[in-house]
């Protein structure tokens, strides 16, 4: 039996430039801009909604508030009744929610859901907040008592290659670089007005900092508060809403394929399992090959451009070979050759990634699969990438733990 | 197009009288016992469990760990790689992922899934546990500062039904008393072995004091451990699975009927929404008239029991009237005729419920469809309803803002 396909129908993104602590906003807040701007940006009528789920990773700790999902009812009037849910995979979360909200049309449970990714993060001082992230780390035996367990457990990824292949710091340099760069063209990006050129993420000191191990203050994603929306849809609520805009259900971008794959929680046990095979973490591989798969893909080759999990510059270098870039070990490659830059043969993170747009944890997956869905609309403005047809999204929860990656297309 | 069936094949339980913080062990022991508990009731190998899926209401803040799906990659070395997620709505946390789980299979994305939920709450001494589910309703508004909220939110559903159609507190202790008396017959219940009579439950004084409002010790459910799993399967593997028991296939309980609704989260807006409305808690009471409609039943007596969320005796005595046991408001009928006792017309809670077996916050749903399993599998044992063919369960999160039910049945 053929499943229902899947439609997105777009959604928006608040600006990952704001802080709402600061601004005195409650997450629900983030919440009701992320889906009320979606239902502005779509031209859907509340009424229309027949699900609402949300990604978030640890409102719990952040705002002290559990329970995201009946949120989205406070949205709209129309909203009363809604079903809805919370979904969490760490980092991953945004992506687990797309995968909950996409069964259940794939499914005929319902004709149109909204998904809301959602993470304010700035309520707590950074080293709190690093000690809150340790939370999608086997917290006891791998973040307890340890001072931004992430940076290091990422940094370790970067070792790794080392020992396995060779790595030098200047590839890690460049991945830095170029999110940077594109997000001076995404006007929602955290960092669209910050100052980082290549020379100065090579540079080690007092303006670029060691966070642990090989990881510098430019090799890190952004602590960001922010929410984006995607609204997803079966064929016969794609069907009409084509007709009432005047498009070509064609037109319509769909989810085209996806991979979801767990790897033990630990990173030392991730390294151990995959010691002597061709792919540092082959879950995280397996995901991105699951996602051709079910698109019906040969290979990386047939999508234009990819926004990938850059929770780290050791995660991007990993993306590079994991997606087939360049052979296992061979990241370095793909950098030098101008391959990931915006025109080179295959764009990683128009949109700036966690390194240059920001990375509100909960979010970042529904982030991504919006500007996956806008780049293949033809509505990426400045960061739009020349006749995208297709692009691929991964999303990593944990140290590799989670991994989620979506073929969003016509 | 139809959907595909989904099969329930069974769980386990843990025994919901242990302390796993006294045992001192961590979150992840509970999902271990629960998850290998399950296949080895089952018979299903771990090889066979195609995505793995955890309930949980708030381990960021009873255990400081997030990214629980994770964990059930560390069961069993067959699940490396294993696709898993959490999903959270408050006390319906355990429903929202069996929703989640039964969505996959019914799109066809898996023939196999593992359900676990699970809560582990004796971390905190039970100030902190109660603020911490204050996180279940609007934080800010409703419970920050407030000493144990949720007694105090479901009083006032107490107050309300007192306010449009009388409620005296004798029935609330027969509630109470019927929870207790049914729960040792529950050899996994928490209270089996308690000390509590109907004439304790309708006093007040230094054996029963007032946890706020009209509600009383005897009135609440349980500050409980523990951890609960089913297992869902296609029509293919339930076939495959009958096979090889020697079963038919038509003796495989499925799950026949679903409901989900979301309510305004604040309690004080729903009851200004519910007034001059038949019902006290409309979306409630629709998340039920779904399910029957789902399941294609006429109406609550084609099921022969209910499984219901009795975080407090007035959650019970909503239940009754809403499932149509009695006309609204009417709900002290029915506890009067001895409807709801073992033996009676409609058993409530032969497990002995949220009061008797015990609240695990994240585990209440998947263990009420674990028992509604058992019910119609003739394998409840002591507490088995006589001849009972379909049963029905009822989770609530927040104080009446996310409901599932489901009808269990062949």
């Given at each position: 039996m053929a499943n229902q396909r899947v439609y997105v129908l777009g959604g928006a993104q608040t600006d990952f430039a704001r802080n709402w602590s600061k601004e005195g906003k409650h997450i629900s807040a983030m919440i009701r801009e992320a889906a009320a701007g979606g239902l502005e940006a779509t031209g859907i009528e509340a009424k229309e909604v027949q699900v609402g789920h949300v990604g978030n990773f640890a409102a719990e700790l952040y705002s002290m508030q559990g329970h995201l999902g009946a949120f989205l009812v406070e949205v709209d009037p129309a909203f009363s009744g809604l079903p809805t849910a919370r979904h969490e995979a760490a980092c991953a979360s945004g992506s687990i929610a797309l995968l909950a909200a996409s069964a259940e049309i794939e499914a005929g449970r319902y004709e149109l859901a909204m998904v809301v990714g959602v993470e304010q993060?700035?309520?707590?001082?950074p080293k709190t907040g690093g000690d809150y992230l340790g939370t999608a780390a086997w917290y006891e035996n791998e973040?307890?008592?340890?001072?931004?367990?992430f940076p290091k457990l990422f940094g370790k990824l970067g070792d790794e290659y080392d020992k396995r292949f060779g790595l030098k710091d200047e590839h890690l340099a460049r991945i830095s670089a170029i999110n940077y760069g594109n997000a001076k063209r995404n006007p929602l990006a955290q960092t669209r007005n910050w100052y980082m050129t290549e020379d100065h993420a090579k540079a080690t000191g007092k303006f670029n900092t060691v966070i642990g191990g090989r990881i510098k203050v430019s090799d890190c994603s952004q602590v960001t508060d922010g929410a984006a929306s995607a609204f997803l849809a079966s064929e016969r609520f794609a069907a009409q809403y084509a007709e009432r805009r005047g498009?070509?259900?064609?037109?319509i971008p769909r989810i085209l394929g996806w991979g979801h794959r767990t790897a033990p929680l630990e990173f030392a046990a991730k390294i151990q399992a995959s010691e002597g095979q061709p792919y540092v973490l082959p879950h995280t591989r397996q995901a991105i090959v699951d996602a051709f798969r079910r698109a019906g893909l040969k290979d990386v080759w047939d999508v234009a451009g990819i926004e990938t999990h850059d929770c780290f510059t050791t995660s991007e270098y990993m993306a590079i070979d994991h997606f087939g870039l360049?052979?296992?070990?061979?990241s370095w490659k793909a950098i030098e050759e101008g391959v990931i830059d915006m025109g080179g043969k295959m764009p990683i993170n128009p949109s700036g990634g966690l390194i240059g747009a920001g990375h509100p944890v909960g979010a970042t997956g529904v982030r991504q699969v919006l500007d996956a869905w806008k780049q293949v609309s033809g509505r990426a403005g400045d960061f739009q990438v020349e006749n995208a047809r297709r692009f691929a999204t991964l999303n990593i929860g944990g140290s590799g733990t989670t991994s989620c990656a979506f073929i969003v297309g016509c």
């Open positions: 993060m700035k309520t707590v001082d973040a307890k008592g340890i001072e931004f367990p498009m070509k259900l064609e037109r360049t052979r296992p070990g061979e």
